[in-house]
């Protein structure tokens, strides 16, 4: 059972009966005196015969503490003070839910000796609790309740700081954050007998509670758009497609800034299917829409004072006696042909409709997508980094800043006319894929054929969005990658 944190802040708490969480830098004194009373000198004792040193994520626990009023304190090492990052304060907080889960009453005093703690650092701190703590345990009948791992339904956490009142603000913040990352995660973790294209869009449509304009666009009115190639790719299935078009109008008079996110729900690979090791994990081929409904959540949520589009394509692949054939040809709303030489390259064709529409009809600042599209990118990059694909070096700038700030690490590919020449067709404007070399290039650069000159980038998502490794923050294996990212690039660069 996953543990829920109650968080608030304060100056000072009580302590009986509770968990102490204190922090030590590596170059700063022990972290006793004012937060914890210690009289026999246990904290000296304990750090000596742990060999504790303070470095960064390390743990020390003392169950018990002679003379001290907590039940048990957890010293978390930071590693020299000067070198923290809003990134290590996040990962401190992971740590630290790592460890609290089972206590019921949790005091955690940020102050110690060597760090001068600001409202932010307090702010991302609790935003890694929050995001450790998160569990997807929807399914599960029993939840492990005979089980000595189990932790407590809700554990109130008090958090210690000077200037609490300023802590507490910039926690609304991250909370904010915290949901709409944890909403991706869920959406990816779904089984897709739950989610379907419909199910789906309804989630987006919940996102009406915090002020979002949310417009569903149904297979009717899509083919009257001439949305060939994504209705294409849905025509196998018996759900029905669906485009979600989400507003939030945080600065109505702006350009708007926008998101398109890849939204299959499952891909069997269709007619090309794939084998059938590992397709299970295909039901998170929707990361990216996932993520783009997260974001929306986020700007939502913390009203960010920025005009933003956020779009998902959700189709479901399937090898039905209706589905597309290998050597069809669709007709883009673009009006751009395209010969399918394999169902399996489906995600750029729900994209290339997508793209083509929001940017026909918003006129953005720029355009990011985000997508599992390739298993080439993770041949390349393995599971750290996500590709990313653009056509403007300073959208290319600001991502990979904004992925350094969050650890949403980015690594750009090329583009150019000689890939470009890899998925040209014999029969139609263009080939739905060149072949395995360059996969995840070629892949990017179909997508730039339906973009014109708008600032664009695309993020192939394939390796971080689902079943990336775990770590401090993120135990799940759907991440909800890119949610923060994002919320970062707008923060820094696009609010008015």
């Known amino acids: 059972m996953s543990a829920k944190f109650e ?23 022990a972290p006793a005196g004012a937060a914890v009373a210690d009289p ?9 015969v742990a060999r504790f040193t303070a470095k960064p994520m390390s743990v020390l626990d003392i169950v018990a503490p002679q003379g001290a009023d907590a039940d048990r304190i957890f010293v978390l090492g930071l590693g020299k003070a000067a070198d923290m990052t809003a990134h290590d ?38 935003l890694g609790l929050l995001l450790r703590a998160y569990s997807f345990d929807t399914y599960k009948t029993k939840k492990g309740e005979d089980d000595d791992k189990a932790k407590a339904s809700t554990v109130r956490v008090t ?41 789906f869009a309804a989630k987006a449509k919940e996102l009406e509670k915090l002020g979002v304009d949310v417009e569903i666009l149904t297979e009717k009115e899509m083919r009257k758009l001439g949305m060939g190639a994504l209705l294409g ?33 499952f891909d069997t690979g269709g007619i090309s299917i794939k084998p059938a090791a590992g397709m299970e994990e295909m039901k998170g081929d929707m990361g990216g829409a996932a993520a783009v409904t997260g974001l929306m959540h986020v700007l939502a949520a913390r009203k960010a004072k920025v005009n933003a589009i956020g779009i998902i394509g959700l189709v479901e692949n399937m090898p039905d006696g209706n589905a597309q054939r290998p050597g069809d040809i669709v007709t883009s709303m673009s009006g751009q042909t395209i010969e399918v030489i394999n169902t399996d ?7 290339c409709d997508a793209l083509w529409y929001c940017n026909e009809r918003f006129k953005p600042k720029f355009m990011i997508n985000l997508a599992t599209l390739t298993g080439a990118i993770i041949v390349a990059l393995g599971n750290t980094h996500a590709g990313l694909f653009t056509n403007s070096d300073s959208l290319a700038g600001e991502l990979t800043e904004a992925g350094l ?41 179909f997508l730039k054929r339906f973009v014109g000159e708008t600032p664009w980038a695309h993020l192939d998502v394939a390796g971080t969005a689902m079943s990336s490794p775990s770590n401090e923050i993120n135990q799940s294996w759907g991440s909800g990658f890119g949610v923060r ?11 008015v």
């Open 405 to 445: 700030a969050t650890d949403e690490t980015l690594w750009r590919m090329p583009l150019g006319k000689e890939y470009d020449k890899m998925i040209d067709s014999k029969f139609a404007d263009m080939k739905n894929t060149g072949g395995r070399h360059a996969g995840a290039i070629t892949a990017a650069q």
């Open 89 to 126: 304060w996040l990962r401190a907080g992971g740590v630290a839910a790592s460890k609290i889960g089972k206590s019921e009453s949790v005091v955690v005093f940020l102050d110690a000796p060597g760090l001068d703690v600001q409202s932010a650092q307090a702010a991302d701190f609790a």
């Open 40 to 48: 026999a000198g246990v904290f000296a004792k304990a750090a000596k």
């Open 485 to 495: 990212l994002l919320d970062q690039l707008v923060r820094a660069r696009y609010e």
């Open 7 to 29: 968080i608030s802040f304060a100056k000072s708490a009580r302590i009986e009966g509770a968990t102490a969480v204190l922090l030590k830098a590596s170059d700063g004194e």
């Open 233 to 265: 790719v849905a025509q196998g299935s018996v759900r029905p497609p669906r485009l979600v078009v989400m507003h939030w109008k945080g600065a109505k008079k702006e350009q708007p800034v926008a998101f398109v996110g890849k939204g299959v729900v």
């Open 159 to 199: 958090i210690v700081t000077a200037d609490s009142s300023a802590a507490q603000k910039a926690f609304a913040v991250a909370r904010a954050v915290a949901d709409g990352v944890n909403l991706a995660r869920d959406l990816v973790n779904e089984p897709a007998n739950i989610l379907g294209p419909e199910e």
């Open 345 to 351: 390259a489906e995600g750029r064709l729900v994209l």
